[in-house]
């Protein structure tokens, strides 16, 4: 079957195309179906208060915007990505177990360590370097970070005394 259009038919045919393209290009899809939410930059550094601040051991999600979690170990406070190592999705403490993250997209699920123990994830998460400055103030150096081998250099966290 063959559609005869005048050039004024096809012009509106391509515009009203494109304009729909660009309608559905303009709004990214997370993997969960979720629209994305314009991202801001990643920060080069977070200060993320003072050791005191960190009274329980577990996570910490009070730096979503920089896709970090703070963790309280039992003789460390480190400070690792907030984004699953399987497919970058964003990670949250479990409701349940504090001690415990969750990758709502496909099931992923982490130790405090930041080590995967369930779901599709293989890779354990990075953490960065931490300074504590003389009025007890940390600050997390997301420039530079540690994989698992490197996870007991004394930059990648804060001891906690007994």
């Known amino acids: 079957m063959s559609v005869d259009l005048t050039r004024r038919q ?25 629209k994305k939410k314009e991202e801001k930059p990643r920060p080069k550094s977070v200060k993320i208060g003072k050791l005191s601040d960190y009274d329980k051991p577990g996570f910490y999600d009070k730096f979503a915007d920089a896709k970090v979690l703070v963790c309280k170990l039992e003789d460390r406070l480190v400070v690792m990505s907030a984004i699953c190592t399987h497919k970058s999705c964003t990670l949250k ?19 405090s360590q930041g080590t995967p123990i369930a779901g599709p994830p293989k890779l354990p998460l990075v953490r960065y370097a931490l300074t504590t400055a003389a009025d007890g ?26």
């Open 137 to 162: 103030t940390i600050t997390a150096d997301l420039t530079k970070s540690f994989e698992e081998k490197k996870w007991d250099d004394k930059a990648a966290y804060i001891p906690i005394s007994a």
């Open 10 to 34: 096809a012009l509106v045919v391509v515009a009203a195309s494109t304009a729909a393209a660009c309608a559905c290009c303009s709004e990214a899809v997370a993997q969960d179906g979720e």
């Open 93 to 111: 403490p479990k409701a349940d177990v504090a001690t415990e993250l969750y990758c709502k997209c496909h099931k992923g699920e982490y130790s």
